[in-house]
């Protein structure tokens, strides 16, 4: 929208604003102006005095800054409660004694102070299965496919592919909709672990990931404790 500035060139709302805004005592001088200003009222359309718009925007100003207050306290406490858990789960890891009770430690915390719906640890070499935690024979073709997530050591969010759902949560894996990856370093690959969840929006691409490499760097060296020797080691550029 555009006015004519009585020399016959348009003026545009945005030179106006512009124009005010370098002018702030403009009203000051000109009072009479704010008479016929016509304010809409932004829920009912209606129009206002310019000091009920005022009080309205210093309202929702305030409401969003007390939104983002309220938002930046809910992230703060949902950290706290995140280092708990890492802590208690630390804690629990340092009491076990065996490869078993590492799996069993495991699956018990992350299933309930993590809320995981799926647990798998799977270790790169040869071994007997059991609950939660399976080997990947280090000839494995499959291995390849996790060489860049070793690389990069960092957790990969999201939705797998349907290989790796299968592969990594066998005939479960029908009910996984959202699942972290995490890689096991610890001076060497030992292998990965895995958290499903049924909810498609609990681990999703872009989330922060600070905390869920310190719990694999955690269960790594809980896990290293118990392997006698190296497992295997990928091979460079695999």
Not at 141 to 155: E, G, I, W
């Amino acid at each position: 929208m555009s006015k004519h500035d009585g020399q016959g060139k348009d003026i545009s709302a945005a030179q106006v604003a512009a124009w005010l805004r370098e002018h702030p005592d403009f009203f000051h001088d000109h009072e009479d102006v704010l008479d016929v200003l016509r304010i809409p009222h932004p829920q009912t359309g209606g129009t206002v005095s310019l000091l009920e718009r005022l009080v309205q925007r210093q309202r929702e100003r305030y409401q969003d800054l007390e939104q983002r207050q309220g938002d930046m306290l809910k992230a703060a406490r949902d950290s706290e409660n995140v280092v708990h858990r890492l802590h208690h789960m630390a804690l629990e890891l340092m009491m076990c004694d065996s490869l078993d009770d590492v799996v069993a430690t495991c699956n018990s915390l992350l299933r309930g102070d993590f809320k995981a719906d799926s647990v798998v640890l799977r270790l790169i070499g040869h071994g007997e299965a059991r609950d939660g935690l399976h080997f990947i024979d280090p000839d494995d073709k499959y291995l390849k496919q996790l060489a860049t997530v070793f690389r990069k050591r960092q957790p990969v969010c999201g939705r797998l592919r349907p290989r790796q759902q299968t592969f990594l949560f066998g005939a479960a894996g029908v009910d996984i909709k959202s699942a972290v990856l995490i890689p096991l370093y610890e001076a060497r690959e030992i292998g990965v672990l895995a958290l499903g969840s049924e909810n498609e929006a609990r681990f999703y691409p872009g989330m922060g990931t600070l905390f869920i490499t310190q719990l694999g760097e955690l269960v790594a060296r809980a896990l290293s404790r118990h392997l006698a020797m190296p497992l295997h080691a990928l091979e460079a550029g695999s």
